[in-house]
């Protein structure tokens, strides 16, 4: 389905009432991008940041009125409806698009990630089949990068491992493929939760070895490893919760967060021994071990 794309940009202080005016005159969605080179990673608790200047993007459906819209943007922002830009734009299957050009990535000397579909080639390791739906989670990016890349480095047989924010279930999968007894993945979006319940198919991984919850049902018995892939504030404040699911001496591995942002996270894991961490693409995976007492 084609949708037309209405995209004004205006100050920060106007994004509100812009998007506002926007849905009364029917857009399906309104999204915003910045518009000048001032990203915001992440807004401490209680704060809400915007850029500068942000460029509002509406997609209405092509039988719209656009004289009426034009009509009441120039009324209520007429400095802005100078950078109005009108188009067309196309429906995208981003699932799709992925399967078109995700290459096959080698992590450590034991892993691949592979298409779900990809023809079958010779492999001296692990082959993890993907198709990762509407989920976060394919290998390239540079948080999933350094933890799958942790996993095929090191030694997990028999473990019982959990993953909080399990997206595509990549990580968990991984781990099961590479020697792990058991795996909980855990996310909070739905979608993920059918895209790791899929990938876990499509890999050959037995429904009684990997359990698939959201977070309201969390684990309570104590595992040998815990991956969190999730932004820096999630990981500050969910710390009590990932040490507890860990073993005396249970390895803690954290990634998505910024390497100016690893002291304040680690600051909230006292029983925790960390290692120093890997950064890639300013991103940080920190590894650590559940102190014996």
């Known amino acids: 389905m084609a949708w037309l794309s209405v995209r004004l940009t205006v ?139 942790w996993l095929a480095t090191h030694r997990i047989d028999g473990w019982s491992v959990v993953d909080y924010g399990a997206g595509s279930g990549i990580l968990a999968i991984a781990a099961l493929l590479l020697g792990a007894e058991r795996a909980v993945a855990i996310d909070h979006d739905p979608q993920a939760l059918v895209a790791t319940r899929a990938n876990a198919t499509y890999n050959g991984v037995a429904a009684r070895r990997l359990t698939v919850s959201a977070p309201d049902e969390l684990p309570t018995t104590p595992h040998d490893l815990v991956l969190a892939n999730i932004l820096a504030g999630p990981l500050t404040t969910l710390a009590p919760t990932l040490t507890g699911w860990l073993k005396l001496g249970g390895r803690l591995v954290m990634s998505g967060m910024l390497a100016h942002q690893v002291d304040a996270v680690l600051a909230h894991y006292p029983d925790i021994r960390f290692e120093s961490p890997q950064v890639r693409d300013s991103w940080a995976m920190v590894e650590g071990t559940k102190a014996v007492v």
Not at 37 to 48: I, K, L, N, S, Y
Not at 120 to 146: K, N, Q, Y
Request: include cysteine.
């Open 11 to 149: 100050p920060s202080a106007r994004i509100e009432h812009l998007s506002d005016a926007l849905l009364e005159l029917g857009a399906q969605s309104v999204a915003l991008h910045d518009a000048a080179d001032a990203p915001v990673f992440e807004p401490a608790p209680g704060e809400t940041l915007l850029w500068p200047r942000a460029d509002v993007d509406a997609l209405f459906e092509l039988d719209v009125d656009l004289p009426a819209i034009r009509a009441r943007l120039d009324a209520e922002f007429p400095l802005e409806v100078e950078s109005l830009d009108v188009r067309f734009v196309e429906d995208a299957d981003w699932s799709r698009t992925w399967r078109d050009h995700a290459p096959t990535r080698r992590f450590g000397e034991r892993l691949w990630v592979a298409q779900r579909d990809a023809a079958a080639f010779d492999s001296d390791g692990v082959v993890l089949r993907l198709d990762p739906g509407l989920a976060f989670g394919t290998g390239g990016h540079a948080t999933t990068a350094l933890c799958l890349e």
